[in-house]
């Protein structure tokens, strides 16, 4: 029985994530997600008692990978400029092969505005802002990174890169997004990094 609930729910949740990727975030009813499940919009409301809190689970689906890509950074041995890359392209490598996803991260500012979601939506936020800067500052601590380079700032224009791309990715899929992505990022940090690096 709670093996079939939990497939359910995950169920809902990743129609609920196809939804949003098709038609938006404002388009987003329970009565498009359960016509794709081929159940009653009364279903849905016995495993999420709102709308809200179907997305509070999408949320925490598309979060579910940040700590595991966290812990497995400070289990690599490499740079700091090393880290960053890896940690982008494992996002961008998820994303690749799961587009709808990606609806997600483009979807931000529509939840941030919503008094139940945004919490969770800064706490994604911080938590994957949090660690970019964090790499960044060892990166300046190794002098790979020149210490005037403001962190918060470069973090901002990788974590706006990530999702340009990806935003050009979406309107066609004609490109890889891993590829673009990490060529863009490695111009990038390129620019920053001191000469003896």
Do not use: C
């Not at 919009?41 to 949320?59: D, G, P, Q, R, W």
């Not at 890896?86 to 092969?97: D, G, H, I």
Request: no cysteine; glycine share 2%; net charge negative.
């Amino acid at each position: 029985m709670l093996s079939k609930l939990l497939h359910t729910k995950e169920s809902l949740i990743l129609s609920t994530i196809e939804v949003i990727s098709e038609q938006g975030l404002q388009r987003l009813t329970t009565r498009e997600v359960a016509k794709r499940q081929g159940i009653s919009e009364s279903t849905i409301f016995k495993h999420y008692k709102t709308k809200n809190e179907l997305i509070l689970a999408v949320l925490e689906y598309f979060s579910q990978y940040d700590q595991a890509i966290i812990e497995s950074l400070a289990l690599k041995e490499v740079s700091p400029i090393e880290a960053i890359i890896y940690f982008v392209e494992a996002y961008v490598t998820y994303y690749e092969n799961y587009p709808e996803i990606t609806a997600i991260i483009l979807s931000y500012e529509g939840l941030i505005h919503e008094v139940e979601l945004s919490e969770v939506v800064k706490r994604i936020l911080v938590k994957r802002a949090n660690t970019i800067q964090s790499l960044i500052e060892d990166a300046k601590h190794q002098n790979r990174i020149p210490k005037d380079v403001d962190t918060e700032s470069l973090a901002d224009l990788i974590i706006g890169l990530e999702r340009v791309v990806i935003q050009r990715w979406r309107l066609n899929y004609n490109f890889s997004l891993k590829e673009q992505t990490l060529t863009a990022l490695r111009m990038l940090l390129n620019a920053f990094k001191t000469k003896d690096h």
